[in-house]
C-alpha cells in the first residue's frame, strides 16, 4: 500500500507537540441511545475544531525549504482550509485556499481569520478543485490535497494509533467518509494493530462516491447536504485502493439522520458536532442492529457547525420527539375564546410558542375561525393529552406539522 504503518508512526513523530492528543471517552448515554457501547475520540477540541490538523502539519511539515518559501494552496469546504492556514502560518508559509461559495461562512471567516488568503469559487468541492490546480500552476504553489495525499493519509491515521491505545478492545471503528483520507489512515493503522478490527465507513446519502466506487453501481448525487464536509463526488486515487482493501462496509446515511446525530451530541455529550463529524453516529442510528452490542469507536471529527443551523436543527428534533407541537383548531368567533384556550394549556402545563387566527377560509362556519397554535410539551403522551383535552372542549384539534400539512 501507498501507507503503512511505518508512515503513520513517522507522522505521529511529525506532529507531535503541534496538534492535540485529544481525549477518547466512554459514552453511555449513546450507548444507550443505539445499543452499543460507544466510544467517543473529540477530534472537534483541536485548534480548528478538525482532525484535518493532523494530516496538514504532517504534510506541511514534509515540504522543503524551496517548497515553503513559495507556498501552498488547496481546496476545501472547509476544515482542511483552516487547518492548512492555521499550521501554515504558524511555520510561516503563505497559504492560499479555494472554497466554494456554498461553503458556511463560519467556515471561511475562520480561515481568512489565520492569515490565509481566501478565494472563493464555483458551487462545488470539484469547481474549487479545479480553480485551485490552475493557481498552483500559475503560481508554482505546492498543492496540499485535503485526502489524497500520503502524508495527509498518514497524518490522519494517528487518529487510530490513540484510540487503539486507550481501548485496544475495541470491535468497530466507524469512520465518516467523503474522499477518503481519514479513513484510509486509520485503516492502515487499526488493521496493523489489530487484525479483526471491523472498519465501517459512514458517507452522507446524496454523496455516495465511495459507494458507487465499490459496489460499480451509479446512485444519483444530491445537492446541499448537513455533512458538507464530506460531500465529494470524487474519491480518491490513493484511497480507494486502501478503502477497498481494509474497509469491511460503507453506510448510507440520510439527512434526518445526520441531524439526529448532531443534535445526540450535543444534548447527550454536551458538545459541538457538525454533520460531517456526526456521520459515524448517524451510520449507528440509521442500522443499530448492525451494532448492537458491539464496542464501537466513534470519531467525532469535525465541531464547526453554523449556531443558525444548530438552533434549526434541535427545533427540528424537538419537532420529531414531539416535545414541539402544533393543533388547528375551529373555534367560535367571540371575545374571551382565546383567553379560555389559553388558560386550559396553561392548566395543562403546555407553553404557548406560537398562535396564528385566521377567518377567512370557506371551510370554517361564517361565525367561526381558524386557531393554528404551537405548544411546547413534555413528551408525545402530553401532547396526546392535550389534543384530548381540545377535543373534549369542542374545538376539533387536528395536529399539523412544521410545514402546515395535517396529520
Given at each position: 500500500?501507498?501507507?503503512?504503518?511505518?508512515?503513520?508512526?513517522?507522522?505521529?513523530?511529525?506532529?507531535?507537540?503541534?496538534?492535540?492528543?485529544?481525549?477518547?471517552?466512554?459514552?453511555?448515554?449513546?450507548?444507550?441511545?443505539?445499543?452499543?457501547?460507544?466510544?467517543?475520540?473529540?477530534?472537534?477540541?483541536?485548534?480548528?475544531?478538525?482532525?484535518?490538523?493532523?494530516?496538514?502539519?504532517?504534510?506541511?511539515?514534509?515540504?522543503?525549504?524551496?517548497?515553503?518559501?513559495?507556498?501552498?494552496?488547496?481546496?476545501?469546504?472547509?476544515?482542511?482550509?483552516?487547518?492548512?492556514?492555521?499550521?501554515?502560518?504558524?511555520?510561516?508559509?503563505?497559504?492560499?485556499?479555494?472554497?466554494?461559495?456554498?461553503?458556511?461562512?463560519?467556515?471561511?471567516?475562520?480561515?481568512?481569520?489565520?492569515?490565509?488568503?481566501?478565494?472563493?469559487?464555483?458551487?462545488?468541492?470539484?469547481?474549487?478543485?479545479?480553480?485551485?490546480?490552475?493557481m498552483s500552476r500559475e503560481r508554482n504553489l505546492t498543492w496540499v490535497h485535503p485526502y489524497d495525499d500520503e502524508h495527509v493519509i498518514a497524518g490522519q491515521g494517528t487518529i487510530a494509533l490513540e484510540m487503539l491505545e486507550e481501548f485496544a478492545a475495541l470491535d468497530v471503528l466507524v469512520v465518516p467518509i467523503g474522499g477518503g483520507g481519514l479513513i484510509a489512515g486509520m485503516a492502515v493503522a487499526a488493521k496493523a494493530i489489530n487484525q479483526k478490527i471491523e472498519i465501517v465507513g459512514a458517507e452522507a446519502a446524496l454523496y455516495p462516491s465511495f459507494w458507487n466506487a465499490l459496489r460499480g453501481?451509479?446512485?444519483?448525487?444530491?445537492?446541499?447536504?448537513?455533512?458538507?464536509?464530506?460531500?465529494?463526488?470524487?474519491?480518491?486515487?490513493?484511497?480507494?485502493?486502501?478503502?477497498?482493501?481494509?474497509?469491511?462496509?460503507?453506510?448510507?446515511?440520510?439527512?434526518?439522520?445526520?441531524?439526529?446525530?448532531?443534535?445526540?451530541?450535543?444534548?447527550?455529550?454536551?458538545?459541538?458536532?457538525?454533520?460531517?463529524?456526526?456521520?459515524?453516529?448517524?451510520?449507528?442510528?440509521?442500522?443499530?442492529?448492525?451494532?448492537?452490542?458491539?464496542?464501537?469507536?466513534?470519531?467525532?471529527?469535525?465541531?464547526?457547525?453554523?449556531?443558525?443551523?444548530?438552533?434549526?436543527?434541535?427545533?427540528?428534533?424537538?419537532?420529531?420527539?414531539?416535545?414541539?407541537?402544533?393543533?388547528?383548531?375551529?373555534?367560535?368567533?367571540?371575545?374571551?375564546?382565546?383567553?379560555?384556550?389559553?388558560?386550559?394549556?396553561?392548566?395543562?402545563?403546555?407553553?404557548?410558542?406560537?398562535?396564528?387566527?385566521?377567518?377567512?377560509?370557506?371551510?370554517?362556519?361564517?361565525?367561526?375561525?381558524?386557531?393554528?397554535?404551537?405548544?411546547?410539551?413534555?413528551?408525545?403522551?402530553?401532547?396526546?393529552?392535550?389534543?384530548?383535552?381540545?377535543?373534549?372542549?369542542?374545538?376539533?384539534?387536528?395536529?399539523?406539522?412544521?410545514?402546515?400539512?395535517?396529520?
Amino acid at each position: 500500500m501507498s501507507v503503512t504503518l511505518t508512515h503513520i508512526e513517522a507522522a505521529r513523530r511529525a506532529i507531535a507537540g503541534h496538534v492535540l492528543l485529544t481525549p477518547m471517552l466512554p459514552a453511555p448515554k449513546l450507548s444507550a441511545l443505539t445499543g452499543a457501547e460507544v466510544f467517543v475520540k473529540y477530534e472537534n477540541l483541536q485548534v480548528t475544531n478538525s482532525f484535518k490538523e493532523r494530516g496538514a502539519r504532517c504534510k506541511l511539515a514534509a515540504l522543503t525549504a524551496d517548497e515553503r518559501r513559495r507556498g501552498v494552496i488547496t481546496m476545501s469546504a472547509g476544515n482542511h482550509a483552516q487547518a492548512v492556514a492555521y499550521h501554515a502560518a504558524s511555520l510561516a508559509i503563505p497559504a492560499s485556499v479555494v472554497m466554494p461559495v456554498t461553503t458556511p461562512f463560519v467556515k471561511v471567516a475562520a480561515t481568512r481569520s489565520y492569515g490565509a488568503e481566501v478565494v472563493l469559487h464555483g458551487e462545488s468541492i470539484s469547481d474549487a478543485q479545479s480553480r485551485a490546480e490552475e493557481m498552483s500552476r500559475e503560481r508554482n504553489l505546492t498543492w496540499v490535497h485535503p485526502y489524497d495525499d500520503e502524508h495527509v493519509i498518514a497524518g490522519q491515521g494517528t487518529i487510530a494509533l490513540e484510540m487503539l491505545e486507550e481501548f485496544a478492545a475495541l470491535d468497530v471503528l466507524v469512520v465518516p467518509i467523503g474522499g477518503g483520507g481519514l479513513i484510509a489512515g486509520m485503516a492502515v493503522a487499526a488493521k496493523a494493530i489489530n487484525q479483526k478490527i471491523e472498519i465501517v465507513g459512514a458517507e452522507a446519502a446524496l454523496y455516495p462516491s465511495f459507494w458507487n466506487a465499490l459496489r460499480g453501481s451509479n446512485l444519483p448525487f444530491g445537492a446541499s447536504t448537513l455533512a458538507e464536509g464530506i460531500a465529494v463526488k470524487n474519491v480518491g486515487k490513493l484511497t480507494l485502493p486502501i478503502v477497498r482493501d481494509l474497509v469491511a462496509d460503507i453506510v448510507l446515511v440520510d439527512e434526518q439522520h445526520i441531524e439526529r446525530a448532531v443534535n445526540a451530541y450535543l444534548t447527550l455529550q454536551k458538545t459541538m458536532a457538525e454533520g460531517a463529524g456526526a456521520a459515524g453516529l448517524a451510520a449507528m442510528l440509521a442500522q443499530p442492529e448492525r451494532f448492537a452490542g458491539k464496542k464501537v469507536g466513534l470519531v467525532l471529527c469535525g465541531g464547526n457547525i453554523d449556531p443558525r443551523i444548530l438552533a434549526s436543527i434541535m427545533v427540528r428534533e424537538l419537532e420529531r420527539d414531539d416535545r414541539i407541537v402544533s393543533y388547528r383548531l375551529t373555534i367560535p368567533d367571540r371575545p374571551g375564546v382565546l383567553g379560555q384556550i389559553a388558560t386550559l394549556l396553561g392548566r395543562l402545563g403546555a407553553n404557548i410558542l406560537e398562535v396564528d387566527h385566521k377567518r377567512l377560509f370557506l371551510d370554517v362556519p361564517a361565525k367561526g375561525a381558524r386557531l393554528d397554535v404551537t405548544v411546547e410539551t413534555r413528551d408525545s403522551a402530553h401532547g396526546g393529552e392535550i389534543m384530548r383535552a381540545l377535543a373534549a372542549e369542542g374545538y376539533a384539534p387536528i395536529r399539523i406539522d412544521s410545514g402546515g400539512a395535517m396529520n
